[in-house]
């Protein structure tokens, strides 16, 4: 038995021994090869490579004060949880350069501290929300959440907000998609504050563009990635020197000769544009005021420019059965008017109905456009041509001149009359276009130093060409010097996705892919079944409780027996 003993004894030990080292050496590898495994369908906790790049170079501290600290109900709870999740993968790959901390605004005892904190966080640009929830009792309550971050790098300081606002969508709905943004939203943050020297990028004016106040909300958003300024061309060749993109909204009348040279040699020399034109006019103002106006063809002589590009905008309206709503009078109760929410054929709604769509458009709520046109790609086929908004399966095209009347809300609408389907509105055109001027200007201007004239881009370019201009307009009041965020109807509360849209195609424009892509990642939360969930609650409690007890009492059954087995007799 001594010599079994022993035995035993020198393999328990070189186990030991083989153990501990084993431990060690994963220890020192792990010290030098650092790594990550995720194990999720859609890699749903692993970084981008943009994210990991910037975290990496870091070289000071990025503080990140979260306020989503407190009695939450657990849908917020799961976005303080998964906030928390998120910056820790942060700090994985940017080590102590990434520090947080969780506040409840609500917990100091004081109202008046309370509420100029509230005052402080509002200022700062974090939106308040009300939680409605049972105290004890069942008694409802009300408590103020600020549901986002302040970040401070080197004396800088941003906001980010966490909870995704989304009109009248389900509050699990929004809270879903703030985490899908998470990501984004965090490391958005970052380069905000870090962003040094700005790319510039310009909106055109001088032919009855959108004014400043029209585009406001827009140029502020732009503004945390861009340098944006807004430029009279009057004919001036090196007008547009030295920016990367320039945006051209809603013009009402017609460019001269000299300005689309400008343009033209702009895009040739490798600037890229936003074109969001339309070949029509109509507005609700005279709808609004008399019920009915006139839809008529507007050319503002940009036709055979983009049409060397590759689009041709057409003289007719969509119309498209998926309409944004708007008010109606269709009665009086005494001396105030009745309204009801009719859908308004002339402002159609864009979905996304491709499975793998273009990042721009990936994820966007709804975009909301207004007395559209449709567009045809045409031109060689070396330029690539990528639609990226259409209408609904039902829609149709109305041609100019027409009547246009409010009244034609009231009628219920008939599959069978709008007969056509996905018509393009937007296009994203790539390759090297060609001057429109290419052999139509003397020979002294194409040789011209001064002038550099290019009749071909000599790389890759890119153009987005969208037939609305009401696409980037937000609203505003000039007498009170308001403005409604892009994308905000004021007869619904909903908020579309003008805004992303306009950003995404910026982004991807001005070669920022890598930000385009975070934006856009999805992201598919696998969400329990409640209703399956609250049926059978008390087996799966149960389940949960007693299969690990029984597992565990088999595998020390299993363990006895065998020993028993080896060692008697």
Same mark, same amino acid.
């Given at each position: ?87 820790? $993968? ?43 929830? %049972? ?62 020297? %700005? ?5 055109? $004016? ?53 300005? %689309? ?29 008399? =019920?009915?106006?006139? =839809? ?69 709520? !709804? ?107 937000? =609203? ?28 995404? !195609? ?15 990642? $999805? ?8 209703? %399956?969930?609250?049926?059978? $609650? ?32």
């Amino acid at each position: 038995m001594k010599p079994v003993s022993k035995n035993i004894k020198r393999l328990n030990l070189i186990q030991l021994v083989i153990g501990l080292a084993v431990i060690i050496l994963i220890n020192v590898i792990a010290k030098y090869a650092f790594f990550r495994l995720d194990l999720t369908q859609e890699k749903r906790y692993t970084l981008s490579p943009l994210t990991k790049k910037m975290l990496k170079e870091l070289d000071d501290v990025v503080y990140y004060k979260v306020y989503l600290e407190g009695d939450f109900p657990a849908g917020f709870k799961r976005l303080r949880d998964e906030t928390k999740e998120m910056l820790d $993968e942060f700090r994985a790959y940017a080590g102590d350069n990434i520090q947080y901390e969780f506040i409840d605004p609500s917990s100091n005892p004081d109202k008046k501290q309370r509420n100029e904190l509230y005052k402080t966080l509002y200022q700062k640009g974090l939106q308040p929300t009300n939680l409605n929830f %049972k105290e004890d009792g069942d008694a409802n309550a009300q408590k103020i959440i600020f549901p986002g971050a302040i970040i401070t790098y080197k004396a800088r300081e941003t906001t980010a907000q966490l909870l995704k606002s989304q009109g009248f969508a389900h509050p699990e709905a929004m809270i879903n998609n703030s985490i899908k943004d998470l990501e984004y939203n965090l490391s958005n943050a970052i380069r905000k504050v870090k962003n040094g020297l %700005k790319p510039k990028i310009a909106f055109i $004016e001088g032919h009855g563009e959108l004014e400043e106040m029209a585009v406001a909300d827009i140029t502020k958003s732009l503004s945390e990635y861009y340098e944006v300024s807004r430029i009279k061309i009057n004919g001036k060749l090196n007008t547009l020197r030295g920016y990367k993109a320039i945006i051209i909204a809603q013009p009402d009348s017609i460019f001269d000769e000299k300005d %689309k040279f400008v343009i033209d040699q702009f895009i040739t020399h490798g600037g890229k544009s936003l074109w969001l034109v339309e070949s029509t006019f109509a507005t609700m103002d005279s709808l609004t005021k008399s =019920g009915e106006t006139v =839809g008529v063809s507007n050319p503002i002589n940009l036709e055979d420019q983009l049409f060397r590009y590759g689009v041709r905008i057409n003289t007719h309206f969509v119309q498209d059965i998926q309409g944004a709503p708007i008010p109606i009078v269709t009665g009086m109760m005494g001396n105030q008017p009745q309204t009801q929410m009719f859908p308004w054929f002339y402002f159609p709604l864009i979905f996304q109905y491709e499975k793998n769509a273009h990042p721009i458009v990936s994820n966007l709520n !709804a975009i909301k456009l207004e007395f559209a046109n449709t567009i045809d790609t045409v031109g060689p086929p070396s330029i690539k041509k990528t639609v990226l908004l259409r209408s609904s399966k039902f829609s149709r095209t109305i041609n100019t001149p027409t009547r246009i009347s409010l009244s034609a809300v009231k009628e219920e609408p008939q599959e069978k009359q709008f007969g056509k389907s996905f018509l393009p509105i937007g296009v994203l055109l790539e390759g090297k276009f060609e001057s429109v001027y290419n052999n139509r200007i003397p020979l002294e201007i194409q040789n011209s130093k001064e002038i550099s004239f290019k009749a071909n881009c000599d790389t890759i370019n890119k153009m987005i060409i969208v037939a609305d201009g009401d696409i980037i307009r937000n =609203g505003y009041s000039k007498s009170k010097g308001a403005i409604s965020p892009l994308g905000f109807d004021r007869y619904t509360g909903q908020e579309y996705g003008n805004k992303d849209f306009i950003l995404n !195609a910026i982004n991807y424009l001005c070669d920022d892919e890598g930000l385009l892509s975070v934006r856009s990642r $999805e992201l598919k939360l696998r969400l329990l079944d409640r209703k %399956k969930l609250s049926k059978e $609650e008390n087996k799966w409690k149960a389940i949960n409780t007693l299969l690990p007890l029984l597992l565990v009492g088999l595998f020390a059954f299993a363990q006895f027996y065998n020993r028993k087995k080896k060692y008697s007799g």
